[in-house]
């Protein structure tokens, strides 16, 4: 026999605080934000001692600037230069840089509506770039990537609501090679208005690139305003940075466009075999990319991290899914 309503017992106190409910029997969508789950690797002393150990390298060592243009930019803020282009950065430099970079980046979809902040423990989901082969959606068959893969891929993630933002997916082989990049961007532009993730394979795929997104965003300063792309660049390790990828930080920095600028370091081959060592090894090439760009123009966005992914030494493969990879 059913109760009666003052029969039933209240819940206890503080139950609707945590589980808060909207329609009779649904629970509010919004608990799924509240049980994200966090994990602390390091300690407060153990980050210190890393960066620490960061600033040494920078200073004792130094790093290896392919570009004259940015040689010349460090060793005008101070920095000691020798054997023509390797550069040492002193601590008070990266310190100041590190300052003067924006602690939050807003980006935005290419309506001009705020789409991504970025700052903090903030978390986002998207997709990757640059697969050569592709999974053929109708047959299965393992196929070299092409244009449409790209299209396809856009209209899915556009469709898809836990997908915060679109990368290419895939370098189409059926255009060609020197416009490839700028195809893929055109692509994702024509079939989503999702924030965009790109690459480019130099400052004049970059600068065809800018300015697609410039015409789409109503000019120059309403993109700088409302930025709806994020240009993806790395160093070289161990503690290089090429000539291209410089220009690239230049570029982006000059016309205010944000920038995730990580070292993909491969531990026991470009770096260190040690977890602590390839950490510090791969901090030092971002922290002196976050020098370069802010010294380019002071306040820029840019995103830094590091990415240290073993090797295996028994075939020398790249560990891409290696846990590591998830710790650093």
């Known amino acids: 026999m059913p109760s009666s309503p003052a029969s039933r017992q209240k819940p206890p106190a503080g139950i609707s605080a945590r589980f808060p409910r909207g329609k009779e029997g649904e629970m509010n969508s919004g608990f799924r934000s509240q049980c994200v789950p966090s994990y602390r690797l390091l300690t407060e002393e153990q980050i210190k001692e890393l960066h620490l150990a960061t600033l040494e390298v920078l200073e004792t060592i130094g790093v290896r600037v392919m570009c004259d243009e940015g040689v010349e930019l460090l060793r005008s803020a101070g ?17 100041e840089c590190i300052r003067s970079a924006p602690p ?8 001009g509506e705020e789409a991504m902040l970025l700052e903090g423990r903030k978390i986002y989901f998207g997709m990757g770039t640059d697969l050569t082969m592709t999974y053929d959606l109708y047959t299965g068959e393992l196929r070299p990537s092409v244009l449409q893969d790209v299209r396809n891929m856009a209209r899915v993630a556009d ?99 944000p920038i995730c600028y990580p070292p993909g370091l491969i531990l026991g ?57 998830r710790l650093t």
């Open 159 to 257: 469709a898809c609501e836990h997908i915060d933002f679109l990368a290419s997916m895939a370098l189409p082989h059926d255009v060609p090679t020197n416009a490839m990049y700028v195809e893929c961007v055109k692509a994702q532009m024509e079939n989503s208005t999702k924030p965009i993730f790109f690459t480019a394979g130099g400052r004049e795929d970059l600068e065809y690139i800018l300015r697609m997104a410039e015409a789409v965003a109503g000019g120059p300063e309403a993109l700088r305003a409302k930025p709806f792309i994020i240009h993806y660049s790395e160093p070289t390790p161990p503690l290089t940075h090429s000539y291209g990828a410089v220009r690239k930080l230049f570029l982006c920095a000059e016309r205010g466009i």
């Open 79 to 95: 920095c000691r230069v020798r054997d023509g282009n390797i550069v040492q950065i002193p601590p008070w430099l990266v310190e």
């Open 269 to 325: 081959a470009s770096g260190p075999v040690t977890l602590a060592g390839g950490i510090v090894q791969a901090n030092a090439e971002a922290l002196s990319g976050v020098v370069l760009h802010q010294l380019r123009a002071k306040g820029a966005p840019i995103i830094s991290g590091i990415a240290a992914v073993p090797m295996d030494m028994s075939t020398s493969t790249f560990c891409y899914g290696a846990p590591e990879f």
């Open 104 to 111: 939050r980046i807003t980006i935005y979809n290419r309506k």
